[in-house]
Structure formats: C-alpha cells, structure tokens
C-alpha cells in the first residue's frame, strides 16, 4: 500500500469517527434500519436503497438458490450481514480495515456468527477474484470513489456471471454533469470547513464523486443500465423543491441501477 492511501484511510477513518459513524451493539445489528439518533434520517434513505435491492435484485433469484454476492465498499459489513442471513454467500470487500466503520467493524457481526460472511482489505480497481465468480456485484455506496470508472466497471462485470447482476446503490446521480460539478465545487469550497487539517488530503484523491446516466452508460458499453425509482422519505423527495425555492444548487439523486451481465 502507497503511504499516500495508507494516509488516506486514516485521515477518512478519522473524519468518519468525528460524523459518528462508529455504530455498535443492537444499533450495528439494526442496519440498515436505524430507528434513533443523530445518523438515523441518513440511514433511512438507505434502509429504502436496500428494500428495493431486496425486491428488484435478491428476491426474483433468491428462489431454491444460494446467490454469492460481491458486497463493494462493505464499511463494517451491514448488507453482507443482511444478505447471509438470508442464507448467501457474501463478500465484504473494502479498502479501510479500521474499527470504525471499516472491516474492523465487521468483527463484532462474525464474533456472534463466524463465517457467516467473509471480509477482503481490498481496492476494486483490481479486484482478487477469478473471473464469473459471483451472481452480485454491488456497489454499496462506493461508485463515486472510483477514479477510474471504466475500469471499475470493467473489474466489477468480469467477476460477475453470465446472466449475474451488476447493481450501483446509494451513490448520488446527477441528470447533467453541470449539476455534478456544482456539488464537488461546493464540496470544495467547504472543505477547510468540514475536513479541517485533514480537507487537502481528502479531497485530492481524484474519485469521480458522482454519476449521470450518460457517465455510467458511456463507461461500461458491454452493460445496458436500468434504473429503479426508489420512494424515499418525504424530506429527500422534497430537497428540489427546496433547492429551487432557495435557488441552491441541484440536490443528487440515489436511486437503483441494475445491469445484467451478458
């Protein structure tokens, strides 16, 4: 590992600690349905991604099958926790290790159930699996810290079985790459503000930070994308017209994106 992305995780790690992302006990075994706390709005956005990747991905293949599932960006394991509870082999992969919200996290799942799912420190620019290995290739909350999206995608469709699914959750969508722009500009803008000391590091490490249809479409041309609209909470649905009204910028989108692999 580069001293630049040992640095990276660390200073990431650290940052994520300050939000409060250190879930344990019964809130880390209720992910993603967190019903309390300061992080329980944001989590109830992506309990509803997770709903409609239960119902539009895992079910229709679940039947009389054990689907292995490429969990990317794990964090501390939650969905690989979800789904092999279901009676799945997952994957949990993910570039941090910490103890935070990292794979360190994961442990406190496998001390109570061990092996119920495996962890890999890995990056998925270079994924450490054969090819056509897994029925799932998700990216859970992790596309828009690709930096190489045609790669990423190339990686995550040459693991993934003839007739498997390639599924990007909980990564923020824009309509136009204008409106992309906007938010990292602003994110920069705001770095000193919400980083401190650590905002120079963080924000040079050339992740895409966003997607659009076009972008995703133009990157992976063997993949043909479909979107589910998800019904999130009514603040989320609402942040538009508030965006427009306070003639802010335009705020992303989550959604579902699926794409089979021929």
Known sequence: MSDALAQFRADYAHHRATEGRAVRGAELESLPYLRSGPLAKQ???????????????????????????????????WLSHRVARRGH??????????????????????????GLFACITAS?????????????????????????????????????????????????FYAKDSEGAAMVAEKHAQGAARFGDRAAHLLSQGFIEYLTPDRLASASP?????????????????????????????????????????
């Open 89 to 114: 082999k997952a994957v949990a992969l993910d570039m941090r290790n910490d103890d935070i919200d990292g794979l360190g996290a994961a442990a406190e799942f496998l001390r109570k159930e061990p």
């Open 124 to 172: 998925f620019d270079n994924l450490p699996f054969v090819d056509c290995r897994f029925d799932i290739t998700i990216f859970n909350a992790s596309l828009h810290y690709a930096r190489d999206l045609v790669h990423v995608l190339r990686e995550a469709a040459r693991v993934t079985r003839p007739g498997g699914v390639v599924v990007v959750m909980d990564s923020p």
């Open 43 to 77: 989590w109830g956005v992506r309990a509803r991604s997770f709903d409609a990747f239960l119902r539009h991905v895992i079910a229709p293949r679940e039947k009389g099958c054990v689907l292995e599932i490429l969990d990317l960006g794990a964090g501390n394991g």
């Open 222 to 262: 063997g993949l043909v994308w479909r979107r589910h609209h998800v019904l999130y909470p009514a603040w989320y649905e609402l942040r538009p017209w508030r965006a427009k009204l306070k003639r802010a910028r335009t705020p992303s989108r989550f959604d579902l994106w699926t794409a089979t692999r021929t």
